[in-house]
């Protein structure tokens, strides 16, 4: 396992710009569709809204140190878990909602919500338990990470293209209207090519060394869809919001994190090959968790007939 951080992905300036030009259009076209009614909907029934945040900022970050503990992986692995887990919300998971019927004017708003909030909990939650754990602490030591750097490097890529997307559909709301299916579609397109365009530009490498990093994605996966459904079990929410929480704080947003991967740990490998990997799984997990859900009704009488 020793060598995994000596390998390098293919992933130029021009790679890493492109992700950032992804990133930016995806988090513009999120704030087109934004409307001031689904934020009203979160302020008068903010219980599934905090539930959601509590479960993607605070719970999995804690969730994921007990992981790394228990497991022990290499420590740059450790750290590129940590560092997804801290992320907010991935790019997709309003597309996920809405097709495993879930409530999608709650994951949008979560979205938004966890997107503002990751310039100050993205960088804390990483920093907290990558310190907390020794290995990845000694690893940290040596970077010499800096908090405000980080934060700004998620201001640039995440919140500026949203707060200006906020700013058009303000400012313009029928040409944002019509403007944003073909963002929201084309941003999708864009950003799962970009994946597998740089999954083929790396697929020996993957193939070499995607051992390492297989189950553990699969089970950080895991924990983040099933801890994120639990928390609305527990706080009593109805079907609907569940499947949200599952889907907004199981889907993580990979590219955000390898962004930061390619700023401030040089393409570290061990980092890499999980977020890279991250990035790949949880779309065919979230997917497959939403075609499955599709087909499953949210309404409590029809659970209750198919149950008897």
């Not at 599952?246 to 994190?257: C, D, M, R, V």
Request: one cysteine or more; glycine letters at 8%.
């Amino acid at each position: 396992m020793q060598d995994i951080d000596a390998i390098r992905l293919n992933f130029s300036a021009d790679s890493l710009f492109l992700l950032n030009i992804c990133l930016a259009i995806i988090m513009f076209g999120i704030a087109l569709e934004i409307r001031f009614e689904d934020f009203k909907i979160l302020l008068k029934n903010p219980k599934p809204a905090v539930l959601g945040l509590f479960s993607q900022f605070l719970l999995l970050p804690f969730l994921s140190y007990l992981l790394i503990t228990l497991l022990r992986p290499q420590p740059s692995i450790a750290l590129g878990m940590l560092l997804v887990a801290a992320c907010p919300g991935g790019n997709i998971s309003n597309f996920m909602s809405h097709l495993g019927r879930a409530n999608t004017a709650l994951s949008v708003g979560l979205t938004s919500v966890a997107t503002f909030l990751s310039l100050i909990m993205t960088p804390l939650n990483f920093k907290l338990y990558g310190s907390l754990y020794e290995p990845t602490a000694s690893l940290l030591n040596q970077i010499q990470l800096d908090f405000w750097d980080v934060s700004k490097t998620v201001f640039l890529i995440i919140l500026a293209p949203l707060a200006i997307g906020l700013w058009v559909q303000y400012r313009f709301p029928k040409p944002a209207k019509k403007m944003a299916p073909y963002f929201r579609i084309g941003s999708i397109l864009l950003f799962i090519g970009f994946v597998l365009i740089a999954f083929k530009n790396n697929f020996q490498v993957f193939l070499d060394h995607i051992h390492l990093v297989l189950g553990l994605v699969f089970f950080h996966n895991l924990i983040a869809l099933l801890s994120g459904y639990g928390v609305g079990v527990l706080g009593g929410l109805e079907i609907r919001d569940r499947r949200t929480l599952a889907i907004e704080t199981g889907i993580q947003n990979s590219g955000l994190g390898l962004v930061l991967i390619f700023a401030f740990f040089e393409g570290l490998g061990g980092m890499a090959m999980v977020a890279a990997w991250w990035g790949i799984w949880h779309i065919i997990s979230g997917l497959a968790l939403a075609g499955y859900w599709s087909q499953k009704p949210t309404d409590p009488l029809h659970l209750k007939e198919q149950s008897t």
